[in-house]
């Protein structure tokens, strides 16, 4: 099991928290005039990536707030969580094959 740290709490089990996919993934500019598939693209397309990962959680059994965490996708290993807004943390960011 995960130990994420709220940055809002401190630090919970994971089953405190809900996922909420990629952290800092451009929106469409005006929704109304793009197409169908680029839309989809933005709701459902979300990187796979082996390593570094930003992502978005919500605090969902706890202060239910948004916030970002930066975790590696292969060793779970968490590098550091951030508001909503914040800067991210200066990680070093990995990348596997």
């Not at 919970?12 to 996922?19: G, H, K, L, T, V």
């Not at 919500?58 to 060793?75: A, E, P, Q, Y």
Request: with cysteine; aromatic share 14%.
């Amino acid at each position: 099991m995960l130990l994420i740290p709220c940055p809002y709490c401190g630090e919970r089990a994971e089953n405190e928290f809900s996922y909420g996919g990629e952290a800092h993934k451009p929106r469409p500019e005006v929704p109304e005039e793009i197409s169908d598939a680029t839309w989809a693209d933005y709701v459902f397309l979300q990187k796979n990536t082996k390593g570094t990962y930003y992502e978005r959680w919500i605090h969902s059994h706890g202060c239910r707030r948004w916030f970002n965490l930066v975790r590696d996708t292969l060793t779970h290993e968490i590098h550091g969580a951030y508001r909503m807004g914040e800067a991210p943390p200066k990680v070093d960011e990995k990348t596997y094959v």
